[in-house]
């Protein structure tokens, strides 16, 4: 046998093996899922696939990164030419080749989603001025989440309005209104939102001839974390690999917890539904010691396809629960122990602690702060969400595409003197001009002459001069931003050090459509430029897939976790869900974190779904702290 098979136990040996056509390996957290994705990938080579013949999805591109160097590693095959990463980033690929099929041109620029709010803030405003004012209208961003939803779940707007929030039926039709003119205005400024990229891939897919040419070029297509997955993505993979067929998805339907983007874990009964579909199970549990094996198996969620893992690796320490006052005293606890472990020999970097929403660790950061215990945070403002990081990238998005508006004012309202009405006419001015990309002569016909419009076109046009991405920045930082920066920020340099990094980002892309496309759909330049060992903060969202020593979760009460929208909603199959992927992330240590005084009066009308009190008492070693 090859030595990589040997790295496999039986089970996950035959599902990397015996994976052809559709199949489906399904299993609990821990148990290989994706060791069994990345050894398919190094098999699927080892026995002569192409690179380029291989469609790997992943929930971040970091894990694509990781998959692939490890096949790299174990095979000495460089994987050049293979297509990998989030379905965001996939569909970005294919929308570029065939953007005119669906009225885009090929340059378009993508708007995350603080771009999106404020474009649809602005059209909110516009149609909300025809109608006269309306009391209790919902919010932009109250919209995004239900364009997002309807878009996401492929229904209509009526359903994602009752899904949301039904109060709002009443405004159905303005609210049609809205929705129309905002993906008008993408349309006609030549950008897409996140949402879109699916939906205008799966659109341009419809076409038999573009189908046949995308799909013959995967003869394997292979999908980690399938449980998450939205009816779109479900779609979508289902057009690439229709010439091939063989399709290799992993999946934990008890660890779906994305439902709010319109996740299905119905999507795993489904696929396993069609005839011919092969079914995989793996059952030991590699990941945590045994304690924490049982407490998993305790806490399966409900509805979930029943799976009864085995543990591997014994312990006789039992997941701790600690019962602290209030969140002021749980985030003295959790440093304290934090500093011990640390004494004891734990290695920073395997110490994690996670959250069912991100303003619960406050309280926590400022505690290890005092500790002098350094942090990172994975779930806080993405790098490129960051004002300063935007600034410089809404200057490169007008070179790429100047009929975007959102950019133009976002770069003119750096510059004081223009204020937002002026802002807004130059942003008209220049979609209304943007026929070719010479931004210097669309800026030639702007009525208004004022210093620093002529200031705005020197830069734009001495950027536009610069051969490469890191140049263009670098000329942008020298001769403004870095200035700008310093009057503007109290805390300017640790701004000037994310645009240094930026800079050294851009060093590795010729194409500023690559650079741009890649900072917006891809998490990987996040702002974590690591010195020194620190423990990680997360909400568990982002925790998906991760794996440290030790994991403490932090305020499981009710209202906390399950939260407190969540209890409103009575949507606690999905917070159950959410514990469940907490819970399976540690390998030797699990702290569950509660407050017997919270600030959330929601504790006591919902003590029925307080995750602890389900838990079997002989499973935990329990301590109460609290005063
Ligand atoms: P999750 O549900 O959290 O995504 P998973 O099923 O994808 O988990 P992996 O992350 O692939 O599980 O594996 C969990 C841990 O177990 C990893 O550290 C992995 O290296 C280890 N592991 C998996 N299979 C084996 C094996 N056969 N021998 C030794 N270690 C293994
Ligand atoms: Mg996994």
């Known amino acids: 046998m090859e030595d990589y098979l040997q790295q496999l136990d039986d089970e996950q040996r035959t599902a990397v093996l015996k994976s052809a056509g559709r199949s489906i390996i399904i299993a609990g957290p821990g148990s290989g899922k994706t060791r069994v994705i990345t050894y398919k990938l190094l098999h699927l080579l080892k026995t002569g696939i192409k690179p380029s013949e291989i469609l790997l999805v992943t929930f971040t591109r970091a894990a694509a990164n990781e998959m692939i160097d490890r096949a790299r590693m174990l095979t000495g095959i460089d994987l050049e030419g293979i297509t990998a990463g989030t379905f965001h980033h996939i569909c970005n690929l294919i929308l570029r080749r065939y ?59 009526h359903s994602a309005l009752l899904k949301i929030n039904p109060k709002y039926i009443d405004y159905e039709k303005i609210i049609e209104d809205i929705y129309r003119e905002y993906t ?90 069609i005839d011919g579909t092969k079914l995989f199970k793996i059952q030991t549990n590699y990941r945590s010691v045994e304690p924490i094996v049982k407490l998993i198996n305790a806490t399966i969620p409900k509805r979930s396809v029943p799976k009864v893992l085995r543990a591997v690796k014994f312990s006789d320490q039992k997941p701790i629960v600690i019962k602290t006052s209030d969140r002021q005293e749980e985030a003295a606890y959790v440093s304290k122990q934090i500093l011990r472990l640390i004494e004891q020999g734990f290695d920073p970097e395997e110490i994690a602690v996670l959250y ?50 959102i950019s133009w004012i976002r770069v003119a309202r750096l510059f004081p003197g223009i204020g937002a009405k002026t802002a807004s006419n130059l942003a008209e001015h220049a979609y209304g001009a943007a026929l070719q990309n010479d931004v210097s002569s669309i800026l030639d016909g702007f009525s208004q002459k004022k210093g620093q419009i002529l200031e705005i076109k020197k830069l734009l046009s001495e950027m536009q001069e610069e051969s490469t991405v890191s140049d263009k920045i670098s000329f942008l ?112 240590l699990l702290y569950l974190v509660t407050q017997q005084y919270p600030s959330s009066p929601y504790m006591y009308w919902a003590k029925a779904v307080d995750f602890l009190q389900k838990i079997p008492e002989e499973l935990v070693d329990i301590y109460d702290t609290s005063y």
């Open 356 to 405: 069912r929403s991100h303003s619960h660790s406050l309280e926590l950061q400022i505690e290890l702060s005092k500790q002098q215990i350094d942090f990172k945070i994975l779930s806080g403002i993405r790098f490129t969400e960051t004002a300063h990081v935007k600034d410089i990238i809404a200057f490169l998005r007008i070179i790429q595409n100047p009929r975007e508006k």
């Open 477 to 588: 930082y020298e001769s403004f931003y870095q200035q700008y920066l310093q009057d503007n920020y109290p805390d300017y340099k640790e701004r000037q050090q994310d645009i240094e990094r930026l800079i050294e980002v851009a060093l590795r892309y010729n194409s500023l459509e690559h650079f741009l496309s890649d900072l917006t759909v891809n998490e990987d330049v996040q702002n974590n430029v690591s010195k020194g060992q620190k423990i990680t903060l997360t909400t568990v969202h982002q925790a998906k897939g991760l794996e440290w020593d030790v994991v403490f979760v932090i305020s499981v009460n009710p209202g906390d976790f399950p939260s407190y929208y969540a209890l409103m909603e009575n949507n606690i199959d999905e917070e159950e869900r959410i514990f469940y992927v907490a819970i399976t992330r540690p390998r030797k």
């Open 99 to 157: 953007a005119r099929k669906v009225g885009l041109f090929p340059n378009f620029t993508i708007l995350d989603e603080e771009d999106s709010k404020s474009l649809i803030k602005h059209v909110r405003t516009m149609v909300l001025e025809r109608t006269g004012e309306i009391k209790h209208f919902p919010s932009h961003g109250v919209l995004q989440k239900i364009f997002s939803y309807a878009t996401n779940t492929m229904s209509t707007l």
């Open 184 to 273: 008008i205005e993408k349309r006609n400024q030549n950008c897409v939102d996140y949402d879109d990229l699916l939906v205008f891939a799966v659109q341009v897919l419809q076409d038999s001839d573009i189908r046949l040419r995308e799909s013959r070029k995967y003869k394997w297509i292979l999908v980690d974390e399938f449980q998450d997955t939205n009816i779109l993505q479900l779609n979508l993979i289902e057009l690439l690999s229709s010439f091939h067929k063989n399709i290799v998805v992993v999946a934990d339907d008890s660890q779906s917890i994305y439902s709010f983007r319109g996740a299905r874990y119905e999507n795993v009964r489904d696929f396993m539904k």
